[in-house]
């Protein structure tokens, strides 16, 4: 099996968090997080091994005040369907939140009750699986911030 490019990975994952915040109705109001650097697939942090980066992408999804986030998150295993399932990461929580995991391609995705800046929103971040990226492709992509110059 050869490795997906990043971003294949990329497009992959963003087309789930698309897909969830599609399954909000109206009226509603997306916002991605801007994009940084991806991680290396060898990083101590992460739990696999390998050479590549994945993507992680995290949307908000702000709804009116009088929408039913909890059960919403209880719905959306079921209308994404059978290749997804529900892990339970044993960490109680106060709020509704689900983690969903899909084997192929391999991606996991968390959406979770939010407040953020007084606004009621849904909270989804989803990692993708490891994609190859070149250096060239990397710092074309994600080329390091320009100093500022002090003021």
Known sequence: MTTP???KVRNETLSTLQSVADLVPEPKEITPTPEFEPYPCGDDL???RGSGA???GQWAVYVG???DIPHFIVQVPGL???DWRVEELGVPVSFAEVY???DEPRMTLTI???TIDGRKAIDLLAMSRCGRISDDER???FPPPTPQPAT
């Open 65 to 67: 005040d009088d929408f």
């Open 139 to 141: 710092k074309t992509t």
């Open 80 to 82: 994404l369907g059978p």
């Open 112 to 114: 979770e009750e939010s």
């Open 46 to 48: 992460t739990l696999s």
């Open 54 to 56: 994945f993507f992680t």
């Open 5 to 7: 490019t990043y971003f």
């Open 100 to 102: 969903l995991v899909r």
